[in-house]
């Protein structure tokens, strides 16, 4: 924006203004943080995110510190999506963008009960992460730990209906 003075001598002074920024664009989260969330959403949680944009030194729109929920709302805006939910029921397949099983899943896939995922996570058996103290376990497993922990599926055998054993008039 141009400025002009013209002073009671008759002099004229001109001068040019930055615009000033309309609240909008004060509080627009900087382009290049929304580019590294659009990079990292499909192999990494949103609060991994918000740890590395902090690492940066990157502010989120408003001012501060990046949060999970300051990410997750980035992400909602710019239409960008994750790969590696923090809930079960947000990723269908039960395997996360980082590789990461559900803890459901991984039973699913050794043939044994969740519990059981639970102690060897426990144990160190498997590499199993939580975000939060009774949250969600998320599984990092191998095709060869598959192979190597995987129980054989019990099969539940049933008599044929060949009609031994039926009840003819009320005894056998």
Not at 3 to 25: C, N, S
Not at 127 to 156: F, N, Y
Request: with cysteine; aromatic share 6%.
């Amino acid at each position: 924006m141009k400025v002009a003075i013209r002073w009671q001598t008759g002099a004229l002074t001109t001068f040019g203004l930055p615009r000033l920024k309309k609240t909008w664009e004060e509080r627009q989260t900087d382009p290049r943080a929304v580019a590294l969330i659009r990079r990292l959403a499909p192999d990494h949680t949103d609060q991994e995110i918000a740890t590395h944009l902090n690492e940066k030194g990157l502010n989120a729109g408003r001012g501060g510190a990046f949060t999970r929920s300051k990410v997750e709302f980035i992400r909602w805006a710019y239409h960008i999506a994750t790969g590696c939910p923090e809930q079960p029921g947000a990723c269908p397949s039960g395997q996360r963008g980082d590789g990461r099983y559900s803890a459901q899943k991984a039973a699913e896939l050794l043939n044994v009960h969740v519990s059981t995922i639970s102690e060897w996570c426990k144990r160190g058996r498997l590499d199993g992460i939580s975000t939060a103290p009774m949250g969600p376990r998320w599984i990092k497993m191998t095709p060869e730990m598959i192979a190597e922990l995987r129980k054989p599926v019990r099969r539940h055998w049933s008599r044929p209906a060949c009609g031994l054993g039926r009840r003819v008039g009320g005894r056998l």
